[in-house]
């Protein structure tokens, strides 16, 4: 089994930035992508960023390009979304997930393994 576990959400003003993360747990040696969704009050869930396993391959959603920065630190099985230039439309709960498979998916059932959630605000 593999544990998510995100972290570093909160309330930022339009403009801001934020950094989340996500450490992974249990049986991690199988987990190749990892994702970001985002999910706001009445809208279904969205792709935000993905990252390879070596870190060398990204995706990101059109929304979030050239805004968002997807990392990993696998000696601490760590993932991390730097958003930058925050705007009150990327408020959401945002949530990490990751698939045992290499693809860089989009979509929400092309995902193995998901977190809890961490709420971002952002006011105008």
């Known amino acids: 089994q593999v544990q998510l576990v995100e972290s570093g959400g909160g309330l930022v003003q339009a403009g801001g930035s934020q950094r989340l993360s996500c450490v992974a747990s249990?049986?991690?040696?199988?987990?190749?992508?990892i994702g970001w969704f985002r999910q706001a009050p009445g809208k279904e869930r969205e792709f935000v960023a993905a990252?390879?396993?070596?870190?060398?391959?990204?995706n990101y959603a059109d929304s979030v390009k050239g805004r968002f920065t997807i990392s990993r630190d696998n000696a601490k099985n760590t993932v991390y979304l730097q958003m930058n230039s925050l705007k009150p439309e990327d408020t959401a709960v945002y949530y990490c997930?990751?698939?045992?498979?290499?693809?860089?998916?989009?979509?929400?059932?092309?995902?193995?393994?998901w977190g809890q959630g961490t709420q971002v605000t952002v006011s105008s």
């Open positions: 249990g049986r991690t040696s199988s987990l190749h992508a």
């Open positions: 990252i390879s396993r070596t870190g060398l391959s990204t």
């Open positions: 997930a990751a698939d045992r498979s290499p693809w860089l998916g989009v979509k929400v059932d092309e995902y193995d393994y």
